[in-house]
């Protein structure tokens, strides 16, 4: 047992401490009305060193802090929990923070954009009140009916595990802006917002499902799901979106939930 | 500028000011103010559970509970309050239940707890199964459970505003206020960060819930937007800050990186151990060894990479061990910290130990409220309309050292305390005159930082900070380690005057307000570091090698800081000679340490053995 832990503490080390340092050049679309560029957005390409364990948001800092303090952007907690710094790095959604460098290619320029489909206010930060404002229609809130039990809820391990997936949704909109159907109708709810009905209707506590099912049956609604997978590739919490709108979908023809 | 009118403005909306959000908007009329979108607030981030004594799988009551809480805190916790959160925590955990949070369930479907550090059956007998959690997200939960009941009760938020001054009627910085005699606040100032334009609330009741300071350090599992605003904004105006010499330090962040990977790790069986594969905490907390207390996990980690027993090419960290837990456990109990592992270290924590090393966690001080939430301006006397909760308050429900899950409990606690206390102020109060130009500092603030000429970057001068704050004043400190600190952050507010920002528009300025941030984060660092230089003694999360022993003699009192201009007295209330006496002058004002007494109520002070 001793011999074992050795010997993995020492690769664990080395995978932690020995990774050199290497270049990397970003290369990202910027946009700032109060810029001499105004309403057209450009590219700026930054250079910078990295370090092996160093993530797409170390780079966006290090260029903020070092290079270009009007580079903008939203960020938080920094390792994926929050959701605030979804972007397009190299043409596809993810977190900033939970992207390392090293695995998106860091030979060639790494592109990035601001996530599609919701209006660009400065670089890589966009308006997010589109997105919330749909997230909010599906009522996102437990609904029950009769009196509030005076302790828990009895639920069954079981039952609890039937929503478990839609329930790690961090509303960062990755999937949301990378679905083609959102992308060309500003108007559909979108991916997210799905997720989380989804979170309400398969809880056996929740007795709004009939609603939110209506909600969605809406031309807006969950039928414009053209199932292209884009939004479950994207989600940073790895939720199976695309089956969860498959789960709403059945759930609106049989009434089975 | 704009100005608006609500009979309650909070401040923050993580945890606590949610919680606090959804009983006053009940009764009053609530306006929700936050730098982030309510959903990226820090509460998010926390993994491991929230406790409460339902006793539903194995025995426990809230006395036992409030006895850890205390002892947890090293017995500088105000007895009466840890016994309001320990009795409350029960009906804050079902409320929770019952807005919708998915906990996990036992086998009969009720909510489901595990054991967590410092949380002991019958007194210190054995670890307890107290923690009501959700995977290794309950804080995620907890966090969007909140905010889907804000949505529910049509909440009204103003989100990416950042509050940067709270406006009081009396000039506490200056004026000498008599014991008794009415101190109100009055309103808040903001700044809308997507337009850049100044935003004047006034309000009956404020409530102040931004959270903690964690970027006063280099390794820190606190997310970026941690700058300790509301306190620094409290400390400013001449309102104390209390304890602030307490920091906690989670002994498991990831090496080098200082993200979280939650003591339910631990909870569920992870063992700590040296590069010689020891499970070292044995020898420093032989009943619950792993389960210890965060401040003696810590120190015991320290101590063993100190000692030459750490891991790692460099020696310079310990190893998580969880290989010996079924993968199927593991994916079941911790989906989320496992996978940091992978994807930040590349570790896989199947088959391989996670390296880890403390990082800066929690501040135990704050702003200093009373049980129901209202914010202490001395000792004794309360700024009507002001509350606070959550971290940027100190109640004190963690003392010298927080217990884990009592975090999560505290802003579902005293947030609901807080909010109903603000409201039901606010009923009864009436809205009382704003000075003529209430924005007036703050316009003149930013606009000196935006028009300072090419200076110094802002983000050297706050990695040097972080820097000084991570080798002076962390897990171990001695006096001399803590003076060099406290010259460092004088030379650095030097260099921050000097400091410029290279954005210079007024849409969506994140480079003027880090500015703005790293004025918050010199005053707590500033404050920290004096109060720790004071305490002559080592408790909880504050150990100082060249005091190692609890003084209770001496040092059995909160400690109050107070910022006062130069020609102020030297006494503050409190002032105990050669224990509580400190000063500490500064640039055009100086900080004065007093004190505060202890509340006990039925647990003498005893040595603490785990």
Redesign the interface.
């Known amino acids: ?3 074992t ?2 010997n ?11 990774v050199p340092s290497f270049e990397v050049t970003l290369r990202v679309r910027r946009f ?4 001499t560029h105004g309403e057209e957005s450009y590219w700026d390409e930054y250079t910078i060193t990295a370090h092996g ?1 160093d ?1 797409v948001l170390d780079a966006l800092h290090k260029i ?3 290079h ?3 580079l ?2 939203r ?10 710094d979804a972007v397009r790095i190299n043409g596809r959604n993810r977190l900033a923070c ?1 992207t ?1 460098l090293k695995d998106v290619n860091p030979d060639k320029p790494i592109v990035v954009e601001p996530i599609k489909g919701l209006p660009v ?2 670089d890589l ?1 966009v308006d ?1 009140e589109p997105f ?1 404002a749909s997230y ?1 229609e599906i ?4 609904i029950t009916t009769g009196n ?10 079981e ?2 595990a039937r ?2 997936d839609t ?5 960062c909109a990755a999937c949301t802006s990378s679905c083609p159907v959102f992308w060309t109708d500003g108007q559909y709810f979108g991916p997210a917002a799905i997720v989380n009905a989804h979170r ?1 209707i398969f ?1 056996s ?2 007795e709004g499902a009939q609603q939110r099912l209506e909600i969605l049956n809406d031309k807006e609604g969950v039928w414009r799901c053209r199932t292209t997978f884009n939004c479950t590739e994207a989600c940073p919490r790895g939720i199976e979106v695309t089956k969860a709108i498959q789960e709403v979908k059945r759930a609106m023809i049989t009434r089975a939930f | 500028m704009q100005t608006h009118q609500y009979d309650v403005v909070i401040v923050g909306a993580g945890g606590a000011g949610m919680r606090a959000a959804l009983e006053s908007s009940k009764e009053a009329r609530t306006a929700v103010i936050s730098k ?2 309510p ?4 509460t ?2 926390a993994q491991g559970g929230m406790c409460a004594a339902l006793a539903n799988v194995e025995e426990d009551n809230w006395e036992w509970h409030t006895f850890d809480t205390i002892k947890g805190g090293d017995y500088l916790v105000d007895q009466d309050a840890a016994e309001v959160m320990a009795k409350e925590a029960i009906e804050a ?2 409320d929770l ?4 949070l ?10 489901d707890q595990r054991r967590f550090g410092g949380h002991t059956r019958n007194h210190g007998e054995a670890a307890v199964r107290r923690a009501c959690y ?2 290794d ?1 309950t804080g ?2 907890i966090l ?1 459970t909140l905010y ?2 804000c ?2 009760q049509d909440v009204e938020f103003f989100n990416e505003f950042y509050v940067l001054d709270l406006i009081v009627d009396h000039d506490l910085t200056t004026e000498e206020i008599e014991d008794g005699a009415e101190v109100n606040a009055t309103g808040v100032v903001a700044y809308d960060l ?1 337009t850049g334009e100044i935003h004047v609330f006034q309000a009956k009741s404020i409530v102040f819930a931004t959270g903690g300071a964690g970027k006063i350090f280099k390794t820190t599992s606190n ?3 941690l700058t300790g605003d509301g306190m620094a904004l409290a400390y400013r105006r001449g309102l104390p800050l209390e304890d602030m010499e307490f920091f906690q330090f989670h002994p498991t962040g990831l ?3 200082g ?2 990977l939650s003591e339910a790790a631990r909870g569920e069986g992870g063992i700590l ?1 040296n ?4 499970r070292f905490m044995e020898r420093y907390a032989p009943t619950i060894k792993d389960l210890a207390p965060r401040d003696i996990v810590a120190r015991s980690m320290a101590n063993e990479v100190r000692e030459g027993r750490g ?4 020696k310079d ?1 310990v ?1 998580l ?1 969880l290989t010996h837990l079924e993968p199927a456990h593991i994916d079941a109990k911790l989906p ?1 910290i496992t996978e ?1 592992a992978r ?5 896989e924590p199947y ?5 880890v090393y403390p990082t800066a966690h929690y501040a135990m001080g704050g702003v200093p409220t009373n049980i129901e939430g209202e914010v202490l301006r001395d000792g004794r006397n309360v700024v009507k309309g002001l509350y606070a909760a959550g971290e940027v308050a100190c109640v004190s429900v963690h003392g010298s050292n927080r217990l884990g899950t009592n975090s999560l409990l505290d802003i579902n606690v005293f947030g609901k305390r807080a909010g109903r206390s603000a409201a039901a102020y606010a009923k009864t109060a009436t809205f009382k005159d704003l000075p003529e130009t209430p924005a007036a500092a703050v316009v003149a603030q930013l606009d000196e930082m935006r028009n300072r000429p090419d200076g110094e ?4 001068i706050r990695k040097a900070l972080q820097e000084t704050m991570d080798a002076n004043a962390q897990v171990f400190r001695t006096g001399e380690s803590l003076n060099e600190a406290l010259a460092d952050i004088r030379e650095l507010r030097k260099r921050y005057s000097n400091a410029s ?3 210079k ?7 003027l307000l880090e500015a703005i941030e790293l004025g918050f984060l010199l005053d707590i660092a500033e404050v920290t570091v004096v109060a720790a230089i004071n305490r002559k003694e080592s408790r909880g999360g504050h150990y100082r090698e060249d005091f190692p022993d609890r003084d209770d003699k001496h040092y059995m009192l909160h400690t109050m800081a107070y910022r006062r201009p130069t020609v102020a007295s030297d006494q503050a209330e409190g002032h105990v000679e050669g224990y509580f006496d400190h000063v500490e002058e500064f640039d055009g004002y100086k900080v004065v340490l007093g004190s505060k007494p202890v509340t006990m109520t039925r647990y003498e002070p005893m040595e603490r053995k785990y």
Not at chain 1, 8 to 18: M, P, S, Y
Not at chain 1, 139 to 142: K, T
Not at chain 2, 275 to 278: I, M
Not at chain 2, 343 to 347: D, I, K
């Open positions: 047992m001793t011999a832990l050795e993995t503490a020492t690769e664990a080390g080395a995978a932690v401490g020995v700032n009305p109060e810029s364990t993530r903020k802090w070092e270009d303090g009007s903008t952007f960020r938080s907690c920094a390792h994926g929990v929050c959701g605030s939970k390392l206010v400065k930060v997010m919330f909010r009522m996102p809130f437990l509030e039990p005076t302790k828990e809820r009895i639920q069954s391990a039952d609890r929503f478990d329930t790690k949704c961090i509303l309400f809880d506590r929740d | 982030l979108y959903t990226r607030s820090h998010g981030a955990v079902f239940e019952r807005m919708g998915p906990f996990n369930r036992t086998p009969e479907g009720r909510i959700a995977a997200r995620h939960m969007q889907q009941n949505v529910k997507a997310a970026h937007t090496a080098g990186l993200i979280l151990r590069a010689e594969g020891e891991a790692g090419p460099n960290y190893l061990d989320d940091f994807t930040y270290l590349g570790v088959t391989e130990p996670v390296p970057r802002v983000a050297d920002v290279q954005d528009g007024r849409l969506f300025n994140t480079d």
